[in-house]
């Protein structure tokens, strides 16, 4: 199992920028691609932007195309979701998640372990 810990959420008005981060531990071999999902209030959960490890082979959703930024340390076991020119329509709990399989892009089955998520909040 690899464990997962988001943090970096928080209240920014429309236009401003947030930095979110995703700590992995545990069993970090097994996982080939990370990614980043987001849930607003009575929605399913998203798909925002994914990468992977090895490679650092990044995919975004139509959403995050020219705002959002994913990146990976692998030395500190981290992925970054850099987020600029953020709307209200951003407010959701974002969560990382991790997959085995080097193909998992934007379905969130792909996907075998989950962060707690943390609240980006973005105000008009």
């Known amino acids: 199992q690899v464990r997962l810990v988001e943090s970096g959420g928080g209240l920014v008005q429309a236009g401003g920028s947030l930095r979110l981060s995703c700590a992995a531990s545990?069993?970090?071999?097994?996982?080939?691609?990370m990614a980043w999902f987001r849930q607003a209030p009575g929605q399913e959960r998203e798909f925002v932007a994914r990468?992977?490890?090895?490679?650092?082979?990044?995919y975004y959703a139509d959403s995050a195309k020219g705002r959002f930024t994913i990146s990976r340390d692998n030395a500190k076991n981290t992925v970054y979701l850099q987020m600029n020119g953020l709307k209200p329509e951003d407010t959701a709990v974002y969560y990382c998640?991790?997959?085995?399989?080097?193909?998992?892009?934007?379905?969130?089955?792909?996907?075998?372990?989950w962060g707690q998520g943390t609240q980006v909040s973005v105000s008009s």
């Open positions: 998640a991790s997959a085995a399989d080097i193909q998992a892009t934007t379905m969130t089955w792909k996907y075998d372990d």
């Open positions: 990468i992977s490890w090895t490679l650092g082979v990044t």
């Open positions: 545990g069993r970090t071999s097994s996982s080939r691609v």
